[in-house]
């Protein structure tokens, strides 16, 4: 079958990079809270991944555009800038490995002036490569990798049906580490419900330290039609918290959470409020504006649902 195009996913801080799909969908799409689920994994055609980057290479350095590439490309390409490109999909990582080391290589040699390659990774993406391996991609200018861990309980995980546990995001953050490149995580605020809402929180705050990323980010949970956490709420086996209980979440792994030096923030448009922060300089700053939240429980001082999006 052709291979279909992705939607734009990505980080926020990759805003301004280039999307070069090498996958469509994700390897680990069983999660009951993603719309990732919905999806099956595609791998793109190694030469077709070339083809586009020579396409890149006309239209940047002469201004030519390849007949039979889609529009998107030099959409993206009229404001790029060069110097970062994100790869789709939603865990690029699982991209054969040989295949991938060819693609970051061929993209360095037509664009030797990009600073930064990065992909969004599964836990499982990353245990299966080995440190040298990882390393051979670092100097490739992989530079960033982000990592969805949504919580270090063990019974949340295997409740959304994550197909990771708390040991295995830690050693795969381990991993990331010694081989040089920056990790950034996300977790979910709400996603252990209300019956496991502090313990979803706490657990989540000693992942986050065992992990000690770069970057950690904050969501709150969006329940999307037809996932499986939707499902069970619709059945009364999941009872969402309440905005301001993931504010308290929010302040517990704050409060619990020990890091070398992280930026924090909870500037998610899915999130009520927005904290951010560099860890652990920051901590008591962040403490103190979630205190006074917490004390008001003035629901004019959360973002309104009708501008809450994923």
């Given at each position: 079958m052709p291979f279909t195009r992705p939607e734009i996913i990505r980080p926020p801080s990759e805003h301004d990079s280039y999307y070069l799909p090498l996958t469509s969908g994700c390897s680990n799409n069983t999660c009951g809270f993603c719309a990732y689920s919905f999806t099956k994994l595609a791998i793109r055609d190694l030469e077709e991944v070339k083809q586009e980057i020579d396409a890149m290479y006309l239209y940047v350095n002469n201004r030519i555009m390849v007949p039979f590439q889609p529009e998107i490309v030099y959409m993206i390409l009229r404001r790029w800038n060069g110097k970062k490109v994100f790869l789709q999909d939603g865990d690029a990582l699982v991209y054969p490995y040989p295949k991938l080391l060819e693609v970051l290589i061929y993209l360095n040699q037509k664009f030797p002036r990009i600073q930064r390659i990065a992909s969004y990774a599964t836990p499982q993406d990353i245990l299966?490569?080995?440190?040298?391996?990882?390393?051979?991609?670092?100097?490739?200018?992989?530079?960033?990798?982000?990592?969805?861990?949504?919580?270090?309980?063990?019974?949340?995980?295997?409740?959304?049906?994550?197909?990771?546990?708390?040991?295995?995001?830690?050693?795969?953050?381990?991993?990331?580490?010694?081989?040089?490149v920056l990790l950034s995580v996300?977790?979910?605020?709400?996603?252990?419900?209300?019956?496991?809402?502090?313990?979803?929180?706490?657990?989540?705050?000693?992942?986050?330290?065992?992990?000690?990323?770069?970057?950690?980010?904050?969501?709150?949970?969006?329940?999307?039609?037809?996932?499986?956490?939707?499902?069970?709420?619709?059945?009364?086996?999941?009872?969402?918290?309440?905005?301001?209980?993931?504010l308290q979440e929010l302040r517990i792994m704050v409060d619990k959470s020990n890091f070398t030096n992280c930026f924090f923030s909870s500037m998610h448009a899915s999130n009520y409020y927005a904290v951010r922060g560099t860890m652990p300089s920051d901590k008591d700053k962040v403490l103190r504006q979630l205190d006074i939240i917490l004390e008001k429980r003035d629901p004019a001082l959360l973002r309104p649902e009708f501008l809450r999006g994923l």
């Open positions: 299966r490569r080995s440190i040298e391996e990882l390393k051979a991609l670092k100097d490739q200018k992989l530079g960033i990798l982000y990592m969805g861990v949504e919580s270090g309980d063990d019974r949340v995980l295997e409740y959304v049906r994550k197909g990771a546990t708390h040991d295995q995001m830690v050693e795969a953050a381990q991993k990331v580490k010694q081989a040089g996300t977790v979910i605020l709400g996603l252990g419900g209300v019956e496991g809402s502090e313990e979803h929180a706490r657990e989540t705050a000693r992942i986050l330290t065992e992990m000690d990323p770069d970057f950690a980010g904050a969501l709150t949970l969006t329940l999307i039609p037809g996932t499986f956490l939707y499902n069970e709420m619709e059945a009364g086996r999941f009872k969402p918290i309440t905005p301001f209980q993931s």
